[in-house]
C-alpha cells in the first residue's frame, strides 16, 4: 500500500497561504513583520476566502457547495491563525480543489491585482501558472488562471502579479456579493472531479512544493496611468521590490 503524505494549507500574512508538505509547515510574514493580505488605496475594501475541502476517492473535493466559501484565514490580536485547509494523505495523481477567491467591493470604479508568491508563468497566453521547482525535491503544482486575469508582472519579487480585467481594462465597478476565483475549475470525466489542480504523477514520499501565497489589493481610479499603478503597489506592498 502506497503510502499518503500530507500537504496542509496555512495562513498568517496571506489569506490563501502555504502548501507545505509532510512535516514542514510553512508560516509566512511580510518584510516588516505585519500580517497583511489585503491592501485597499481608496473608497473601496477587499476580502480573499477559500473553500474548505474533504477527502474522497480521487483526491479533495470542495465541502462548502457551489458560490459558498467557509474558510476564514483571518488573524486574531496575537497573530494566531484561526483556521487552516489540510489536504492529508495525497498521492500521485490526486485532484485538488483549492480556489482563492477575491470579493470586492467599491463605491466607484476600481481595478483589482493579485499577487501569487514562489509561482512563475509556463504559458502567458493559456494563463498556465505553476510553483516553482526551488529545491532538489521540489515539483510543480500547476494551475490555470481564470477569466479576466491578465499576467500584469511575471517578474515580480518571487512571484507573479496579475490584474482582473473584467472583461475590458482598468476599472470595474464592483458590487456586494461580487466574487472573482483566481483558478479555472477543471472537471474530469472519468472520476468527476471538479479541480484545480493535479497532483503530478512523480510525486513521492519525500516530494515537497514550495509554498503558494497569495494576496490582493484594490485600488481606486478612473483611467490611472500604469507608472503610478506600479508607484501604489511598490508603496503598500513588496510585490515589485528588486
Given at each position: 500500500?502506497?503510502?499518503?503524505?500530507?500537504?496542509?494549507?496555512l495562513?498568517?500574512?496571506?489569506?490563501?497561504?502555504?502548501?507545505?508538505?509532510?512535516?514542514?509547515?510553512?508560516?509566512?510574514?511580510?518584510k516588516?513583520?505585519?500580517?497583511?493580505?489585503?491592501?485597499?488605496?481608496?473608497?473601496?475594501?477587499?476580502?480573499?476566502?477559500?473553500?474548505?475541502?474533504?477527502?474522497?476517492?480521487?483526491?479533495?473535493?470542495?465541502?462548502?457547495?457551489?458560490?459558498?466559501?467557509?474558510?476564514?484565514?483571518?488573524?486574531?490580536?496575537?497573530?494566531?491563525?484561526?483556521?487552516?485547509?489540510?489536504?492529508?494523505?495525497?498521492?500521485?495523481?490526486?485532484?485538488?480543489?483549492?480556489?482563492?477567491?477575491?470579493?470586492?467591493?467599491?463605491?466607484?470604479?476600481?481595478?483589482?491585482?493579485?499577487?501569487?508568491?514562489?509561482?512563475?508563468?509556463?504559458?502567458?497566453?493559456?494563463?498556465?501558472?505553476?510553483?516553482?521547482a526551488?529545491?532538489?525535491?521540489?515539483?510543480?503544482?500547476?494551475?490555470?488562471?481564470?477569466?479576466?486575469?491578465?499576467?500584469?508582472?511575471?517578474?515580480?519579487?518571487?512571484?507573479?502579479?496579475?490584474?482582473?480585467?473584467?472583461?475590458?481594462?482598468?476599472?470595474?465597478?464592483?458590487?456586494?456579493?461580487?466574487?472573482?476565483?483566481?483558478?479555472?475549475?477543471?472537471?474530469?470525466?472519468?472520476?468527476?472531479?471538479?479541480?484545480?489542480?493535479?497532483?503530478?504523477?512523480?510525486?513521492?514520499?519525500?516530494?515537497?512544493?514550495?509554498?503558494?501565497?497569495?494576496?490582493?489589493?484594490?485600488?481606486?481610479?478612473?483611467?490611472?496611468?500604469?507608472?503610478?499603478?506600479?508607484?501604489?503597489?511598490?508603496?503598500?506592498?513588496?510585490?515589485?521590490?528588486?
Amino acid at each position: 500500500m502506497k503510502k499518503r503524505n500530507q500537504i496542509k494549507v496555512l495562513g498568517t500574512m496571506v489569506v490563501i497561504a502555504a502548501i507545505g508538505i509532510g512535516s514542514t509547515l510553512a508560516y509566512l510574514t511580510d518584510k516588516t513583520d505585519t500580517l497583511h493580505n489585503t491592501f485597499s488605496i481608496g473608497d473601496v475594501s477587499i476580502a480573499l476566502k477559500e473553500s474548505a475541502v474533504e477527502s474522497c476517492d480521487w483526491g479533495f473535493k470542495d465541502s462548502d457547495g457551489d458560490n459558498t466559501w467557509t474558510v476564514d484565514f483571518s488573524q486574531d490580536a496575537n497573530g494566531n491563525i484561526k483556521n487552516s485547509v489540510t489536504y492529508d494523505g495525497l498521492v500521485a495523481g490526486d485532484f485538488i480543489y483549492k480556489d482563492p477567491t477575491v470579493f470586492p467591493v467599491a463605491s466607484v470604479s476600481s481595478t483589482v491585482y493579485a499577487y501569487l508568491g514562489n509561482c512563475e508563468v509556463v504559458n502567458e497566453d493559456q494563463g498556465i501558472i505553476q510553483t516553482k521547482a526551488i529545491a532538489s525535491t521540489d515539483k510543480s503544482l500547476e494551475f490555470t488562471l481564470d477569466d479576466y486575469w491578465e499576467i500584469y508582472e511575471k517578474d515580480a519579487n518571487k512571484g507573479i502579479v496579475l490584474m482582473y480585467t473584467g472583461g475590458g481594462w482598468w476599472a470595474d465597478h464592483f458590487t456586494q456579493g461580487t466574487s472573482i476565483s483566481i483558478f479555472k475549475k477543471f472537471k474530469d470525466e472519468t472520476t468527476g472531479a471538479v479541480y484545480t489542480a493535479k497532483l503530478p504523477n512523480d510525486f513521492e514520499e519525500d516530494s515537497t512544493f514550495q509554498n503558494l501565497t497569495v494576496q490582493a489589493m484594490i485600488i481606486q481610479h478612473n483611467f490611472i496611468e500604469n507608472d503610478d499603478v506600479n508607484n501604489l503597489i511598490k508603496t503598500n506592498t513588496n510585490w515589485l521590490d528588486d
